[in-house]
């Protein structure tokens, strides 16, 4: 504005004085009016310029205004997703230590505690994955941690009854089965769950002893069979034939995955049984061969003329 004027007092200082030379009678009229015409230029040129610049101001105010404002909305859904994500956790925390609760008052039931165990696996993945995705804030990352580790001790405790409970009913059922085929079947499940549990907590000293415990007892059934058969054989007088069944029990003993404790005491009760069984074949020996003598002797007399 200030170049304007300067160019109006200019052109009207000039044009005044060459109407003035040229003798017009009133020199400053045309002089005044091109002068204002360049005021009034100026003057619209500088109100087109600032409303532009007015309206680039606005405009740039207003997205800034809009990228604040969806700054922190995004803050204020990120927290609250903090706060849902956290109190959901917490929620299914809640649930889970009431299943357990229950599973326990319910008492040894398997189906309850492998239910249980599989709540704690479904949460503690779901925790891993809050904690993976970074949206949590470092208070609930903590809570959340502690939470993993009371459903990891929940999972580990429901697990442990539920082998413990499945195994014991399996070899009750065993005991229970009357062919040998069977109770080994049945025997064997009930290792096919110890030996489940065994994947998941390699180290459970409890588990080792239920397995070795499970050994023992399949093996005492295998053995208990051949001895059967030969107590059979010695009642009804077939000493040989029991002494060669005691031996394929020493056998199958043998071979078995037992205690060696259990082992050997079994091995020595069957060979105490052959020693009898041999001593009483040794003493019925003869007096079968008198015996024998009698009947043949018996028969020639009948069959003389």
């Given at each position: 504005?200030?170049?304007?004027?300067?160019?109006?007092?200019?052109?009207?200082?000039?044009?005044?004085?060459?109407?003035?030379?040229?003798?017009?009678?009133a020199?400053w009229?045309?002089?005044?009016l091109?002068?204002?015409?360049?005021?009034?230029?100026?003057?619209?040129?500088?109100?087109?310029?600032?409303r532009?610049?007015?309206?680039?101001?606005?405009?740039?105010?207003?997205?800034?205004?809009?990228?604040?404002?969806?700054?922190t909305?995004?803050?204020?859904?990120?927290?609250?997703?903090?706060?849902r994500?956290?109190?959901?956790?917490?929620?299914?925390?809640?649930t889970?230590?009431?299943?357990?609760?229950?599973?326990?008052a319910?008492?040894?039931?398997?189906?309850?505690?492998?239910?249980?165990?599989?709540?704690?696996?479904?949460?503690?993945?779901?925790?891993?994955e809050?904690?993976?995705?970074?949206?949590?804030?470092?208070?609930?990352?903590?809570?959340?941690?502690?939470?993993?580790?009371r459903?990891?001790?929940?999972?580990?405790?429901?697990?442990?009854?539920?082998?413990?409970?499945?195994?014991?009913?399996?070899?009750h059922?065993?005991?229970?089965?009357?062919?040998?085929?069977?109770?080994?079947?049945?025997?064997?499940?009930?290792?096919?769950?110890?030996?489940?549990?065994?994947?998941?907590?390699?180290?459970?000293?409890?588990?080792?002893?239920s397995?070795?415990?499970?050994?023992?007892?399949?093996?005492?059934?295998?053995?208990?069979?051949?001895?059967?058969l030969?107590?059979?054989?010695?009642?009804?007088?077939?000493?040989?034939?029991?002494?060669?069944?005691?031996?394929?029990?020493?056998?199958?003993?043998?071979?078995e995955?037992?205690?060696?404790?259990?082992?050997?005491?079994?091995?020595?009760?069957?060979?105490?049984?052959?020693?009898?069984?041999?001593?009483?074949?040794?003493?019925?020996?003869?007096?079968?061969?008198?015996?024998?003598?009698?009947?043949?002797?018996?028969?020639?007399?009948?069959?003389?003329?």
């Amino acid at each position: 504005m200030i170049g304007a004027a300067v160019a109006a007092a200019t052109l009207f200082v000039v044009l005044w004085g060459m109407l003035h030379s040229s003798g017009d009678e009133a020199p400053w009229v045309p002089a005044g009016l091109a002068a204002s015409v360049v005021m009034l230029v100026a003057i619209a040129a500088r109100e087109v310029v600032m409303r532009r610049a007015w309206t680039r101001y606005i405009l740039e105010q207003d997205r800034r205004d809009l990228h604040a404002e969806k700054g922190t909305r995004n803050h204020t859904a990120s927290s609250s997703g903090k706060y849902r994500s956290g109190d959901n956790h917490a929620a299914q925390l809640r649930t889970l230590q009431k299943h357990s609760a229950d599973a326990d008052a319910a008492g040894e039931a398997p189906e309850t505690h492998l239910e249980v165990y599989q709540l704690c696996k479904t949460y503690l993945a779901s925790a891993e994955e809050a904690l993976r995705s970074g949206s949590l804030s470092a208070e609930s990352r903590a809570t959340l941690r502690a939470g993993q580790e009371r459903a990891r001790s929940l999972q580990k405790h429901h697990l442990l009854v539920w082998a413990r409970s499945s195994s014991r009913a399996l070899v009750h059922e065993a005991q229970r089965r009357a062919r040998v085929s069977d109770r080994i079947e049945t025997a064997q499940r009930a290792l096919d769950v110890i030996e489940t549990a065994l994947k998941f907590y390699p180290d459970e000293v409890e588990l080792f002893e239920s397995e070795a415990a499970l050994h023992d007892f399949m093996a005492s059934v295998k053995v208990a069979h051949w001895v059967e058969l030969a107590e059979r054989a010695a009642f009804k007088g077939y000493y040989t034939r029991a002494i060669d069944l005691y031996r394929d029990a020493l056998f199958y003993l043998s071979r078995e995955n037992m205690k060696e404790e259990a082992r050997l005491e079994t091995a020595e009760r069957i060979s105490r049984e052959i020693d009898l069984l041999r001593a009483r074949l040794k003493t019925e020996q003869p007096i079968e061969a008198a015996r024998a003598r009698t009947r043949k002797g018996k028969a020639q007399k009948e069959s003389a003329p």
